[in-house]
């Protein structure tokens, strides 16, 4: 997504001139051919990430529409008053983009783990919070927040996550990604999708149900209507890398219709642990087995 990111918003800088990229002291190897054609308009902040978030809003308030990058919760928790009373506030157009987030840094620790992100982020007022779940869904997204600057947060894998689908952005509705047989949704956001679809494969091999998919990069502002797709379905089960609270799952509960059944699916808060994304997935209770028996725990319940 790192990639997609980058040349997405090369495209964008070349039809904006306003948009200007500011790094925490990283991304390189990825930010490199930006900062060559637009040198102008990039700023390396140094490992200070609290004083870029300051200067992005500065900028702003200059008319610049700044992307902030760093890493999993370097941009985010460690920031957060800069976001909340400089860019929020005063509803300037700064998007903050995250590399990495769940737990695609597994192999550097808890420190790198943005599993609470979501949470923080889409309790900030004026800010609209995307988390695309594969490269084309990152190149849409980063379209719409240059042809729509204001306070928002961009939410990103890592690398080398394969193209899931090739359904058309809905702005704010979930993408569609399967048809199913209407008795249950899986409805996932950010990389999870892989395992959503992973999880879907499986049920219809095993005969147990023909689960619709839907990719919800969409998570703020968002209100009940925007999600009917979801709502024509009797059971939905949400999966997220992310921890339960403030998350994806407890958004949408919020706003579920009293005749859809809902369940959950996100990561324990188990923070000690450390390895690859992979390992620290199943260690905190997502993968595609659980996916397969909470669906079927759902659909035998009513």
Known sequence: M??????????QARLH????????????????????EFPGRFLNAGVAEQNMTGVAAGLASEGWHVFTYSIANFPTL????????????????????????????????????????????RSLPHLTLLSPADPAETTAC????AEHPG??????????????HDRPFAVPSPIEVRTGDGRLALAATGSALALALAAADKLEREQIVRP???????????VADDLSALWRH??????????????FGELLRGLALRSTALSSLSMSEEAGLVGSQDFLRRNAGLSVDAITQEAQRLLSSR
């Open 234 to 247: 009797a059971h939905v089960v949400t999966v997220e890398e992310h921890v339960a609270a403030g998350g």
């Open 2 to 11: 790192r990639t997609a990111f980058i040349n997405a918003l090369i495209d």
């Open 78 to 121: 460690r920031c957060f008053e800069q976001i909340r009373n400089d860019v929020c506030y005063h509803r300037l157009p700064v998007t903050v983009v995250a590399v990495g987030a769940g737990l695609a840094y597994g192999n550097l620790g808890y420190s790198h783990h943005g599993v609470q992100d979501i949470a923080v982020m």
């Open 17 to 36: 001139p306003k948009i200007f990229l500011a790094v925490g002291d990283l991304g390189f190897s990825v930010v490199e051919p930006f900062a060559r």
């Open 151 to 164: 306070p928002s947060y961009l939410r990103l894998g890592k690398a080398g996550e394969q193209l899931l």
């Open 142 to 145: 980063v379209r719409y927040l």
């Open 212 to 222: 619709s998919v839907f990719s919800c990069p969409w998570l703020k502002p968002l």
